[in-house]
C-alpha cells in the first residue's frame, strides 16, 4: 500500500522569503501523480501544484515550485516571495495512474503540514 | 460552474440519530469519494464510487452507507451516530487523470 508522509508538522516563514515543505512517499508503482494542496481556515482544499511522475522536469505555478526525487521519492514545495495569503495547512497527496485496481483513483494524503506567514 | 457542492456545512447530531451528507457535481465526472478529516490528519477514504450504481468501499466505511442512483449525487449515510464519527467530511470528484475537486467541507459533531 501507497503512504505519504510529512515530517514537518508545523513551519513558519518571515513574509517575502521562502519556505520548503517536505513530502516523502512509498510505492512500488512506477506510473502515479503528486499534488500539494492548501486547506487555508475556510477549509477548502485548494490544488496548488501537481507533478506527474513520468515528467522529469519539476512543475512550477508563479511562486509555487516543487523538487521531485523520483528514486528518492521526494516530493518538497517550495514556496518563493511568500504572502500572509500563503498561511495555511499544506497536504502532499498521491494517486496511482493505474485506474483498473483497487485504489480507483483514490487520493492518500499525508497529515500536512501548518505554515504561518509571519509579517 | 458550481463544481462540486456539498451540503450541509454544519451539523450537530446526538448520538444515535442519522444524517445524510449530500454531494453533487455538475461535471460529469464518473469518480466520485467521500473522505473524512480528523485534527493532525490527512484525509481518510470512506467511500468511493467509480459510476453511477457502482459503490465499494474505502479504508474506513464502518458506521457509513453510500448510494449512487446517478452520476451527478453521491450521498453519505450516518447510521446510529457516534462520537467517534466527529470529523469534517469532505466529498470529491475527479476526471479521468485530471485533478480531484473537493466541496467545501461538513463539519460534523456527535454529542
Known amino acids: 500500500a501507497q503512504t505519504v508522509t510529512q515530517s514537518q508538522p508545523e513551519m513558519s516563514v518571515q513574509e517575502a522569503e521562502t519556505v520548503t515543505l517536505s513530502c516523502t512517499y512509498d510505492?512500488?508503482?512506477?506510473?502515479?501523480?503528486l499534488f500539494w494542496y492548501k486547506q487555508p481556515p475556510s477549509r477548502q482544499m485548494i490544488l496548488v501544484i501537481r507533478?506527474?511522475?513520468?515528467?522529469?522536469q519539476n512543475a512550477t505555478e508563479n511562486r509555487f515550485s516543487v523538487n521531485f526525487q523520483k528514486a528518492a521519492k521526494s516530493f518538497s514545495l517550495k514556496i518563493s516571495d511568500s504572502q500572509l495569503g500563503d498561511a495555511a495547512m499544506y497536504f502532499c497527496?498521491?494517486?496511482?495512474?493505474?485506474?483498473?485496481?483497487?485504489?480507483?483513483?483514490?487520493?492518500?494524503f499525508g497529515k500536512g503540514t501548518k505554515l504561518s506567514v509571519k509579517p | 460552474n458550481a463544481g462540486v457542492t456539498q451540503t450541509p456545512k454544519f451539523r450537530i447530531l446526538k448520538i444515535g440519530q442519522s444524517m445524510t451528507l449530500q454531494c453533487a457535481q455538475d461535471?460529469?465526472?464518473?469518480?466520485m469519494y467521500w473522505y473524512r478529516q480528523d485534527p493532525g490528519m490527512g484525509l481518510k477514504l470512506i467511500y468511493y464510487?467509480?459510476?453511477?450504481?457502482?459503490?465499494d468501499k474505502g479504508e474506513v466505511p464502518n458506521g457509513y452507507n453510500v448510494s449512487r442512483s446517478t452520476t451527478e449525487d453521491f450521498p453519505l449515510r450516518l447510521e446510529l451516530a457516534a462520537p467517534s464519527q466527529t470529523s469534517v467530511y469532505f466529498c470529491?470528484?475527479?476526471?479521468?487523470?485530471?485533478?480531484?475537486?473537493f466541496g467545501q467541507g461538513t463539519r460534523l459533531t456527535v454529542v
Open positions: 461535471m460529469n465526472h464518473n469518480y
Open positions: 470529491a470528484s475527479i476526471r479521468g487523470e485530471g485533478e480531484a475537486f
Open positions: 497527496a498521491y494517486r496511482s495512474a493505474m485506474w483498473d485496481g483497487g485504489s480507483q483513483g483514490n487520493l492518500i
Open positions: 510505492t512500488s508503482e512506477s506510473d502515479y501523480y
Open positions: 507533478q506527474e511522475a513520468y515528467k522529469q
Open positions: 464510487s467509480v459510476g453511477a450504481g457502482i459503490t
